[in-house]
């Protein structure tokens, strides 16, 4: 019999959370378009449920260090680099060399906003650094249909999918 350790299932036990987590809150989307409000309550409160659990896990997982914000944003940035450097643009290839068109936009969007995430926290890790993380007080905008970030002013059109600056999302 194998042993897996307690830190291989509070990771495997994070990753299995946080999946469901996102994909119930998917599924009440749907719900919600289809016009079936209680499902969509029951996916929303059960994505809920499972970010908790995935967050106690985390905590769990990574004890004291995750309350230092400065390694929180090294993590953030490392992961982010990654995607942009390696995951996305192999990804993007084998869905290219598959012919799986939805596949390529989806990971093409990915790896320009990811881009952006990259830099944002770039900009954020100096400021947090240097205690002015005051200064950061740009509005950052999300597209809905591609993922894709604007800080400060949008433009009228998101530059990857074209959809309309009034559907995106302030934050």
Known sequence: MIKVSTEDNLKNAFSGESQASIKYRIFSEIAKEKGLKNLARVFEAFSFSEFVHAKNHLKALKE???????????????????????????????AIRENRKRAATSFRWALEAEKEHAEVYRKLRVLVES??????????????????????????????CSISKEMFREF
């Open 64 to 94: 004291k260090e995750i309350e230092d914000p400065l390694k929180n944003l090294d993590e953030a940035i490392k992961g982010e680099t990654y995607e942009i450097e390696t995951m996305y643009p192999e990804f993007y290839d084998t």
């Open 131 to 160: 205690g002015r993380d005051k200064a950061f007080e740009e509005k950052i905008y999300v597209c809905p249909n591609c993922g894709y970030i604007f800080t400060g002013t949008p433009p009228e059109i998101c530059p990857l």
